[in-house]
């Protein structure tokens, strides 16, 4: 059974920073991409960025050049390095994997941008 835990959420001013962690054990394979979604309240759950097994990455145009995806595949864990946070950015943050079309989803980190 995978298991993804989301960690690393909080409140920040905007313009501030934050690092999520995305720890994923059980039966896992680096084969495959991971992602990070997000969901603010009254909203459906978006697409955020996502990371390909080589590492290879995609973000939506709104965080472009703010936040980096990453993945470390010898920790089994995924990364959301998020700079310069706006208002907007506030969210349940999601970790999410599929695997041979099984999707796997953290319980999520809450994500607060205010002043």
């Not at 697409?47 to 703010?66: C, E, P």
């Not at 706006?86 to 989803?105: H, M, R, S």
């Amino acid at each position: 059974q995978v298991q993804l835990v989301e960690s690393g959420g909080g409140l920040v001013q905007p313009g501030g920073s934050l690092r999520l962690s995305c720890a994923a054990s059980g039966d896992i394979s680096n084969a495959f991409a991971m992602a990070w979604y997000r969901q603010a309240p009254g909203k459906q759950r978006e697409l955020v960025a996502v990371i390909s097994s080589g590492g290879s990455t995609n973000y939506v145009d709104s965080v472009k050049g703010r936040f980096t995806i990453s993945r470390d595949n010898t920790k089994n864990t995924m990364y959301l390095q998020m700079n310069s946070l706006k208002p907007e950015d506030t969210a349940v943050y999601y970790c999410n994997k599929v695997i041979l079309g099984a999707a796997y989803w953290g319980q999520g980190t809450q994500v607060t941008v205010s002043s």
